[in-house]
């Protein structure tokens, strides 16, 4: 994978470029949103996150990036290539992106802000699970399903928006948010699985369609509700 590291100055912009061990230099209309990234003089780096998908990270705002089509990679964060994990506070994703892979956002316990494009069709299991500093969350319409774990322990989350399109909410979806006070569900969500709200200490009240299946402890620990 490359890896572009930039630090804009004036009309120059100083380039490595990690691939096979070699190294360059660029000028600042070689680089994608050099003018952008003129006007803050922020140090930034970027790489690829999907077959069609590319990361941005400007370590100056924390301000993760991220465009392109189709799906990103799962475990990509993990990359030796990407050190900004735990630096990141906010994540916005462009249109043209379909899914969000396995853990892409795991552990990003500084993460405080999350867009979330049209586009996106699917959310991968455990994708935002431990990111302990986001408060809310908005998930686009076309997705179907909250998978295992998507959000477990985002313990400052404290609202969440889900479209009428969601159908299934999976185990652990939301467990142990222990914040977690409003969420309105699908009129037509079909399956709650066990655990899916596990120990939300902070729900006091949630309204469930009749058609609604919620399995045995969905709401175990929820003391409030």
């Not at 912009?13 to 990234?37: K, M, R, W």
């Not at 969601?166 to 655990?195: H, M, Q, T």
Request: glycine share 8%.
């Amino acid at each position: 994978m490359r890896v572009k590291i930039a630090k804009i100055m004036g009309t120059l912009a100083i380039a490595v470029l990690l691939a096979g061990g070699t190294t360059e230099v660029l000028q600042a209309e070689s680089i994608p949103d050099a003018q952008e990234v003129e006007a803050t003089g922020a140090w930034y780096t970027t790489g690829y996150c999907g077959e069609n998908a590319k990361w941005r990270f400007d370590w100056e705002t924390g301000c993760l990036t991220i465009s392109g089509t189709g799906a990103l990679e799962s475990g990509w964060v993990y990359d030796d290539t990407f050190s900004g994990r735990e630096k990141v506070k906010k994540l916005i994703i462009n249109e043209g992106i379909t899914e969000i892979g396995y853990e892409n956002f795991y552990h990003m316990k500084c993460l405080e802000s999350v867009s979330l494009p049209k586009s996106l069709k699917k959310i991968g299991a455990e994708a935002f699970s431990f990111c302990e500093s986001l408060q809310e969350i908005s998930i686009p319409d076309g997705i179907t399903e909250i998978g295992n774990s998507t959000f477990y322990a985002c313990k400052s989350l404290k609202t969440v928006k889900l479209p009428q399109s969601v159908a299934n909410i999976e185990i652990d979806a939301f467990g142990e948010c222990v914040s977690l006070k409003n969420i309105e569900l699908p009129d037509y969500l079909n399956l709650i699985r066990w655990s899916a709200f596990n120990n939300c200490a902070s729900l006091e009240k949630i309204k469930i369609s009749a058609k609604s299946i919620s399995q045995y402890s969905a709401f175990s620990g929820c003391k409030k509700l």
